[in-house]
């Protein structure tokens, strides 16, 4: 009975639009008090105390610092040069451009840890490149709304550190190795549509007769971008620096190449930069902490257990529940945002994790490569409304072109469930 | 953004991210020269990433920013529109206000059985009573966004 009312009141509040973590707050808080109503203070001083509890974790700073260098490799300049290296690199031709956009979001995964942001960074230089060599601005939108996607399998990734805060027994560096493969399947899996939907549509026939940027003087040029993730992930592999040390080793080489080197961020600049990094980190700050609320209501409440029994009791098994699973998180990532998913369906799935003996980290791996399709997916796709933004079009005109991309990532997707090496070899051989 | 929509808020936010990236740094240079960690910075980093949490999402709460499904909120006639906003500013109000309370009783228990905080040895009240000091903060803006609903904006 109380459980029905922690759903009830949370899905409710939630489809009329309250901002998700209130209603996860509202939701646990009224069930805590109904369901200790002969308590003194009807047991709620559980409500503040989860909360300051789950916010004053140390390892959770990564998070606002993440986020921070996301808002500052956005100004930085790097992705405009890394766009010219990789024409540089990869020639013109039709159905070029989209590989290259891909593959730029790919290698931007690797210094920020947020998808909208590398879809913002990647979009503000691509989408009218796209436009210049014909590409209808419905398929850019696409390409870089699914590519900006990967990011949050490529290390380092926020989605991944919230995962690591919420799971004991998945270390931050571990899950970092272990999205590196399967981000890169990820991209693949995308390369592979966009060059085949450019050829049978004709797409980007202006492109052969764009000029080539010259190899070196691009690479030169390039050089500062380039170097990036060599010194954020190299700096975390060799144990310079923790992963929140690494972030903020990033914010200021990223303030450094963007203040000094290309002259693109200006010391005025500074305070919006910092300012917008204060409320994004705000707003996912606040859903962890009121999530905390929800999550100790569903545990003291014992709601999980019998959710579990019956799902064990079907009958499934691993695979048939893992489908399932998927299936479910597809639909519901269409509607919430990735991190508010994990919030959400993490403290309910651990208990299924645990029954079947799934990897805590390969799971991690799986979620997250959900969470990256939903990403995507119309109508509430986080990254393609950025990009949509970024070409002036709407997120209908994408239906076309999009599905074949998510179909792509699915594939992907379903590769890492069946052949769970592709995600754990790494940090394995790592010694994680 | 225009100066005159910079709040407050928005002001302390990008201080304390400031702040918390220099402490970091702090961290990893003395670390490099000294061979010594300051591990107390963590506790601070931490209130102070509660902080920033507070004043970001009160900068959200004023600007609608927070994420939600948009599905019903964004779409529909005017006049739902304008009743979804109200609903939303009334369930901040109503839950940060009664956070606030709770987390007052939270911090004057501490106060109480002088407790104090693992690392450092402070006195906790001294980190808790930010907690109701920016549930009141944010309950407000919850409220002056309610006040400009109704004035129909």
Redesign the interface.
């Known amino acids: 009975m109380t459980g029905a009312l922690l759903f009830v009141l949370f899905v409710v509040l939630m489809l009329a639009g309250v901002p998700i973590g209130v209603a996860l707050g509202i939701g646990g808080a009224a069930a805590i008090a109904l369901a200790n109503l002969d308590v003194p203070s009807f047991g709620l001083l559980a409500v503040p105390q989860n909360f300051y509890a789950s916010l004053t974790k140390y390892p959770l700073l990564a998070l606002p610092m993440f986020v921070l260098v996301g808002s500052i490799f956005d100004r930085s300049g790097i992705a405009q040069r890394l766009v010219n290296f990789a024409i540089a690199v990869l020639g013109r031709g039709p159905g070029m451009l989209p590989v290259v956009a891909i593959l730029v979001a790919m290698f931007l995964g690797g210094i920020s840890g947020s998808g909208p942001a590398n879809a913002a960074a990647v979009g503000g230089v691509m989408i009218a490149a796209m436009a210049r060599a014909g590409y209808p601005a419905p398929f850019s939108a696409s390409v870089i709304g699914g590519a900006a996607a990967t990011d949050i399998l490529i290390p380092p990734s926020i989605a991944l550190i919230v995962y690591s805060v919420m799971m004991p027994g998945a270390s931050v560096p571990a899950l970092f190795a272990a999205g590196l493969v399967p981000g890169v399947l990820a991209g693949l899996a995308l390369i592979i549509p966009a060059i085949w939907l450019s050829r049978r549509h004709g797409l980007g026939q202006l492109e052969s007769s764009l000029p080539r940027p010259p190899l070196w003087p691009s690479f030169v040029e390039a050089i500062w971008g380039l170097s990036a993730p060599v010194l954020i992930l190299g700096g975390m592999r060799l144990g310079w620096f923790t992963p929140t040390e690494a972030a903020a080793v990033a914010v200021a080489y990223g303030l450094f190449v963007g203040m000094v080197v290309h002259r693109t961020i200006r010391v005025r600049d500074l305070l919006t930069i910092f300012r917008e990094a204060a409320e994004i980190s705000g707003v996912i700050l606040m859903i962890i902490g009121l999530a905390s609320i929800f999550a100790y209501a569903l545990n003291t409440l014992s709601i999980i257990d019998p959710i579990t029994q019956a799902i064990l009791a079907t009958g499934l098994g691993s695979t048939g529940t893992l489908l399932c699973l998927v299936a479910l998180l597809l639909i519901v990532g269409m509607f919430l945002d990735g991190v508010s998913i994990f919030l959400i369906f993490v403290p309910l799935v651990a208990p299924l994790m645990r029954a079947f003996n799934w990897d805590p980290v390969w799971f991690g791996i799986l979620l997250t490569m959900m969470v990256a399709v939903g990403q995507f997916t119309p109508p509430m796709a986080v990254n393609l409304m950025v990009s949509c933004k970024m070409a002036g079009v709407s997120i209908e005109q994408t239906f076309p072109w999009v599905w074949w991309l998510v179909v792509g990532m699915l594939l992907a997707l379903l590769a890492v469930l069946v052949f769970p090496p592709l995600a754990l070899w790494l940090p394995q051989s790592l010694g994680y | ?1 225009k100066p005159a929509n ?1 709040l407050i808020e ?2 302390l ?6 702040l ?2 220099l402490i ?2 702090a ?2 240079i003395v670390r490099y020269f000294t061979d010594q960690s300051f591990a107390w910075t ?2 601070i ?3 102070l ?2 902080v ?10 004023a ?1 609608d ?10 779409a529909g006639s005017p006049e739902r529109q304008q009743r ?1 906003v109200v ?2 500013a009334l ?2 109000a ?2 940060f206000g ?2 606030g309370v ?2 007052a ?2 911090c004057w ?1 501490e106060f109480r059985y002088e407790e104090t905080s693992p690392a450092i040895g402070l006195p906790k009240w001294w ?2 009573v930010w ?1 109701p000091v920016f549930c009141g903060v944010l309950c407000a803006r919850a409220l002056q966004r309610l006040q400009r609903a109704k004035a129909g904006a």
């Open positions: 953004m910079i928005d002001r936010g990008a201080v304390l991210m400031a918390l990236l970091t740094l961290n990893v963590e506790e980093s931490s209130v990433m509660l920033l949490c507070m004043a970001g999402s009160a900068c959200a709460i600007r920013t927070h994420i939600r499904v948009e599905y019903f909120f964004s979804l609903v939303s369930c901040n109503l839950f009664v956070l709770l987390s009783q939270m228990d980190y808790s907690l």
